[in-house]
């Protein structure tokens, strides 16, 4: 599964406040609720987190939020939160025409 977010603040900073959450079970990350109604342990940030695009905070940073909460749900993978993933033609569009599909997209490092 997974949360898919965005963030102003460094990376650290919102892995410390994720991990924060965990830990006394306050209820104010959906991630971190997930790892505790599923008993999971909570791993390292190079292990669980992945930056998925870097961009200006504004209409594209929500648009491109929506767009991966949309696609990880249409696959079952996707832990609920507070946005829906509304149906979109252009997501559609997206998804099927993706050139990059089962192949590294040329700016993601290869392991």
């Known amino acids: 599964m997974k949360y898919t ?3 102003g603040r460094p990376f650290k900073v919102r892995f410390q406040e994720h991990l924060r959450d965990f830990k ?24 669980i987190m992945e930056v998925v695009h870097v961009t200006k905070k504004g209409k594209l940073m929500n648009t491109l939020e929506c767009f991966h909460i949309y696609k990880e749900t249409k696959v079952g993978n996707q832990i609920s939160d507070r946005l829906s993933a509304k149906e979109k033609a252009i997501f559609e569009t997206i ?8 192949r590294l997209a040329p700016s993601q490092p290869s392991s």
């Open 5 to 7: 977010g965005q963030t």
């Open 24 to 47: 006394y079970k306050n209820n104010k990350s959906k991630f971190a609720q997930h790892l505790i109604d599923n008993k999971y342990a909570f791993g390292l940030m190079e292990d």
């Open 95 to 102: 998804i099927e025409e993706d050139p990059y599909k089962g």
